[in-house]
């Protein structure tokens, strides 16, 4: 499977954005999704997560009640819909997928992820 992450940008802090992560060369109903971030000089850290069916999703704490992932799998697309941006938001976000996690406690593990996309920038200014 392939991903190719979108819709990153510069935003004033309290502004929205919307990122796209379109999948290829496998159906996204097979692989649980999730939303990674890196900020400069700091480790990639987990966003948020979605199971296959898109039912069960998982926040990280700083982000819940601003963001929302959510799926389309007959478009094979995962969102990730971002409220009230904060400059400490500003990262590169990336998509990943694995095919075989199986605990909601796994969701948010990196190592679980075995695909990802190339990143994509979000910059908040203040």
């Known amino acids: 499977v392939q991903l190719q992450a979108s819709g990153g940008g510069l935003v004033q802090t309290g502004g929205s954005l919307r990122l796209s992560c379109t999948a290829s060369?496998?159906?996204?109903?097979?692989?649980?999704m999730a939303w990674f971030r890196q900020a400069s000089g700091r480790e990639r850290e987990p966003v948020a997560a979605?199971?296959?069916?898109?039912?069960?999703?998982t926040y990280a704490d700083s982000v819940k009640g601003r963001f929302t992932i959510s799926r389309d799998n007959a478009n094979n697309q995962v969102f990730l819909q971002m409220y009230n941006l904060q400059p400490e938001d500003t990262a590169v976000y990336y998509c990943?997928?694995?095919?075989?996690?199986?605990?909601?406690?796994?969701?948010?593990?990196?190592?679980?992820?075995?695909?990802w996309g190339q990143g994509t920038l979000v910059t908040v200014s203040s």
């Open positions: 990943a997928a694995s095919g075989g996690i199986r605990r909601p406690l796994d969701r948010m593990t990196e190592l679980n992820y075995d695909t």
């Open positions: 060369g496998r159906a996204l109903s097979t692989l649980t």
């Open positions: 979605v199971n296959k069916e898109g039912r069960m999703t």
